[in-house]
C-alpha cells in the first residue's frame, strides 16, 4: 500500500532556479526520508527527518516536516542540470518503508 | 565498500523460465530489501529480511516468486516459472532498519518476452 504522495508528478524549471517537491502522507510516522533517483539507476538516499524534527539542511537541499498537516517539502536550491531525477519521499512502516510515485524534475538549460 | 551489488544488470528471459537475481549486501546492514519498479505500480516492496530471516513477505505477488537469504552476505529472488507481466526493474537494498537510510544497488532490469 502506497503511503506518501508526491506532488507535482512533474515538474520542470529553469537552471538556477529553486525547485520545491511536497510528498503527503496519511498516517502517523517516525521519519519521512526523501530519495533520488537517476534515470537508470537505483535510488540514492538524500535525507531522513524525524517526527520530531521542522527542519533540515543537506548541502542545497531543505527539507522541512509538517505531523500536524502529514506533509513534507524538498527544497532544492540553485538548481543545476545535473539535479534532473525523479524524487521520491518513503515514510516508515514498522521496520520497512514505502515509497511514493514520485516528482520528475528536469531541469532546462 | 562497494555498495549493493546486484546480478545481472539486464536479463531477458523466455515466458516459463527460471530467473534468479542476485544481491550482495553492505556487510554489517542486518535488513534486506526487495523492490520492484514499473511505471504503473511504482516501487512496490516485495519480502524483507532481518538477520536473515524473511520478516513479511505480504507484497510478494504470488507463489512464483521466492526469496532466499542463506547468509548475512547473499539473497537471491528466483521467478518460476516467469511471464511476460514480471517484467520490471527489481531492486534490492540494505539497511540498518526504518529509521535509516537505505542504500540501494543498481537494480536488475527484466524482460520476459
Known amino acids: 500500500s502506497q503511503q506518501g504522495e508526491e506532488d507535482p508528478q512533474a515538474l520542470s524549471i529553469q537552471e538556477g532556479e529553486n525547485a520545491t517537491m511536497n510528498c503527503s502522507y496519511k498516517t502517523s510516522i517516525n521519519n519521512l526520508q526523501w530519495y533520488r533517483q537517476n534515470s537508470g539507476r537505483g535510488l540514492v538516499h538524500l535525507i531522513l527527518?524525524?517526527?520530531?524534527?521542522r527542519e533540515k539542511h543537506s548541502g542545497r537541499l531543505r527539507v522541512t516536516l509538517d505531523t500536524s498537516k502529514k506533509s513534507s517539502s524538498l527544497l532544492i536550491t540553485a538548481s543545476r542540470a545535473a539535479d534532473t531525477a525523479s524524487y521520491f519521499c518513503a515514510t516508515d512502516a514498522g521496520d520497512k518503508i514505502i515509497f511514493g510515485k514520485g516528482t520528475r524534475l528536469h531541469i532546462l538549460p | 565498500d562497494a555498495g549493493v551489488i546486484q546480478s545481472p544488470r539486464h536479463e531477458v528471459t523466455e515466458m516459463g523460465q527460471e530467473v534468479t537475481l542476485r544481491c550482495k549486501p553492505i556487510s554489517g546492514h542486518d535488513y534486506l530489501f526487495w523492490y520492484r519498479q514499473t511505471m504503473m505500480r511504482g516501487l512496490e516492496l516485495l519480502i524483507y529480511f532481518n538477520n536473515n530471516v524473511p520478516i513479511d513477505d505480504s507484497g510478494m505477488p504470488e507463489d512464483r516468486f521466492s526469496a532466499k537469504m542463506p547468509n548475512a552476505s547473499f539473497s537471491t529472488l528466483k521467478i518460476q516459472p516467469s511471464e511476460p507481466r514480471d517484467s520490471a526493474v527489481y531492486f534490492c537494498a540494505s539497511s540498518f532498519g526504518a529509521n535509516y537510510g537505505y542504500t540501494f544497488g543498481s537494480g536488475t532490469r527484466l524482460t520476459v518476452v
Open positions: 527527518i524525524r517526527s520530531n524534527e
